[in-house]
């Protein structure tokens, strides 16, 4: 999947975070169990990495598990742990061919043992890849991330080794599950909700968001470049005016 004709090569955002919405939606269309939806949103999974791996894209986090989607019905949750355990162990070979690094932020430890064993063989077995970053959410909750990380912040200056003063954005960001990975460039929620539960609250201040009505399932090469393609059209202002923009 080379880099289309309509994208600026020049142009390819560092990292893209996407909301895989609809999956349940787009099942239930079809009269078929959520399930479903799922299973063929890994198709969707399996393409989106092709993509942003072939297209120069750094860094891909997609949200697969939110610290809420625990609240779902117990077999739906088993239902997908056990495609997660699946995607890992299929995949494993192909991340290393293609040179991809597996990474993830979340509270895994909440995890089935056995998914949790092969995140972290697949993690150990792609740590020194370097094209793309593949970084899943699982178990992931923004305000959660933040808890945790006014807890070790605070951890720190109890015990003398922070300063107060020291308590900075690099700081907050060294504390949080992404510490080390730009901040995304691009947000994309497929599924037609207009909201970000939950998902990088700290990360995404800046991020560019993209909505779109198309279900997880069928968002492909061509919902994907499509995005992309709005994203080098706005203008990132960062609070400043666009004269200051164009003027360099
Ligand atoms: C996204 O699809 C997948 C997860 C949240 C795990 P949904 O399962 O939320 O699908 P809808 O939103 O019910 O259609
Ligand atoms: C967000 O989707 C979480 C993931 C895509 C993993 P949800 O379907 O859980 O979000 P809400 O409940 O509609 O806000
Ligand atoms: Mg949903």
Redo the contacts with the bound molecule.
Sequence with gaps: MPVPDTLDQLFIPRHVAI???GNGRWAKRQHKPRLYGHKVGVDSVQEIVECATEWGIEVLTL????T??WKRPADEVGGLMGLLKNYLQKELSRMVKNDIRLTCIGDIENLPTDVLEVLRNTMQETRDNRKLTLNLALSYGGRAELIRAVKNIINKVDSGRLQIDEIDERLIDSQLYTAGLPDPDLLIRTGG?A?L?N?LLWQASYAEIYFTDIMWPEFRQAAFTRAIIEYQGRERRFGKTSAQIKSG
């Design positions: 909301i895989m919405d949200y697969a598990f939110s809420e989607n909700e909201r539960s998902f």
